[in-house]
């Protein structure tokens, strides 16, 4: 941003010394049209207000950088993956030199970062990278923090894509022990476990055997409906893919 502002002034000086007359016009659309790029690419690594921020505050500012953060996790929310990972990638190294590796932060936003490469395909070894993350979140956050459970989460749910599914079963149990421990049996991240290692050894046993899953995930979901409310989006996708487990269920006789 601070770039665009810049080619606009100098812009305006260039005017200056341009001809009056057709010269003029042509060289002020040139200029207007760079300045739109510049305005454009400067608007891919932080939205105007954030911008704004940085000029009043200076990058520096930790306010800012949380801002920043925001920033890239609202174009997750927006589906905009590659943009999330651009303004994730620009901001990591200041957080790193702002804050320090170690705070907490700074740990968060690096397993978002992860957790969105890991899911794009950015990342070629994400098993190796979110363990490392899980042992350096542990010491500073605790076992029990939801970022570190989170982070755990993540793990699990890889090692289940990757077809390690005593591995992941193992890690989902992990969590929901932890979880409930340290947060409570309605927390949603304990919630969200339970219904993933419920799905998990539900596609392990297939329809046939599948009765104690399906009343695993009834019970999952009336705890998110109760904690969460029926309209939240965990709770609402769980509600459906209990309706579809259910139906399945009664096509089979089980």
Not at 193 to 219: E, F, H, N, Q, W
């Amino acid at each position: 941003m601070a770039l665009a502002l810049a080619g606009l002034a100098g812009a305006g000086a260039g005017a200056l010394f341009v001809p009056i007359g057709g010269m003029l016009w042509i060289h002020l659309f040139l200029t207007l049209s760079a300045v739109v790029v510049l305005v454009r690419l400067a608007h891919r690594e932080v939205p105007f207000p954030v911008a704004l921020a940085q000029l009043r505050s200076g990058g520096d500012d930790p306010a800012v950088l949380r801002a920043r953060v925001l920033s890239a996790a609202a174009c997750l929310q927006q589906g905009r993956p590659d943009l999330t990972l651009y303004r994730l990638k620009s901001v990591l190294p200041d957080l790193d030199r702002v804050l320090g590796p170690d705070r907490p932060h700074t740990l968060s936003t690096r397993l978002l970062s992860l957790q969105v490469r890991g899911e794009t395909g950015d990342l070629p070894d994400r098993l190796t990278a979110i363990r490392e993350l899980i042992g350096d979140i542990t010491p500073v956050l605790g076992p029990g923090h939801p970022d570190t459970l989170a982070a755990r989460h993540c793990l699990a749910e890889w090692l289940g894509q990757d077809g390690r599914t005593d591995e992941a079963e193992a890690a989902y149990e992990g969590v929901i022990t932890t979880g409930t421990e340290h947060l409570g049996a309605d927390h949603n991240l304990v919630l969200i476990a339970r219904s993933s290692l419920t799905i998990l050894r539900y596609d392990r046993t297939g329809p046939a055997k599948a009765a104690a899953a399906v009343d695993d995930m009834t019970a999952i979901v009336a705890a998110m409906e109760r904690t969460l409310g029926p309209t939240d989006p965990t709770a609402a996708s769980t509600r459906r893919l209990l309706t579809q487990r259910q139906g399945t269920r009664a096509g089979s006789g089980a």
